[in-house]
């Protein structure tokens, strides 16, 4: 069974973007080997917002360049996107069955309100934080909504020169 990956960075007060919608906070750390992060990657998982972030700034595709796209949105038509899958629903079911197929790491690029119902769903193996070292106060939030507590393990952490953190989990619930 393929994994799902949710990695993200986030400000220390939990947020994965500010309230505009910017990243501009989370500085570049050339410690990180995005290559070697993601070298097993061959499918990204966007939410509707992340896909059109990436669209408008080509710098936030981190992702192989032959990975396959899935974007989930009710509001894209997938003839003007011909580019990248667009699922309108079923979120969970859709993941699964990717999950099953043969292939590589699924990268959950984006946005919270997709890992969390992802989250709820058992579709998510790991959860790959890295903390920038700043407060926001205001944003979008790590995880959105969530009502349900999911216990993870800790499998590794690094602290990098600038003072971010990486923190990895499994999530022994998943399926």
């Known amino acids: 069974m393929r994994r799902v990956r949710y ?14 919608g910017r990243y501009d906070w989370i500085p570049p750390e ?37 990975a396959r ?6 509001t894209l038509g997938a003839a003007d ?5 667009i699922v309108a629903d079923d979120a969970a079911g859709t993941v699964a069955a990717l999950r099953g197929a043969p292939g590589g790491d699924i990268w959950l690029y984006g946005g919270g309100a997709l890992f969390a119902a992802l989250l709820a769903a058992g579709q998510v193996d790991t959860i790959e934080v890295t903390v920038i070292p700043v407060l926001l106060g205001t944003g979008v939030p790590l995880l959105p909504g969530v009502t ?11 602290v990098y020169p600038s003072g971010q953190v990486s ?6 619930r998943a399926r």
């Open 7 to 20: 990695n993200v960075a986030a400000s220390l007060d939990g947020f994965i973007a500010d309230a505009e």
């Open 30 to 66: 050339p410690a990180i080997d995005f290559a070697a992060l993601f070298a097993r990657v061959d499918t990204v998982l966007l939410g509707r917002r992340s896909y059109e972030l990436t669209r408008r700034d080509p710098a936030a595709r981190t992702w192989p360049p032959t």
């Open 69 to 74: 796209l899935v974007v989930f949105s009710r």
């Open 81 to 85: 996107h011909p580019e990248v899958t």
């Open 148 to 158: 349900d507590r999911a216990a993870l393990r800790l499998t590794e952490t690094r």
């Open 167 to 172: 923190l990895h989990y499994t999530v022994p």
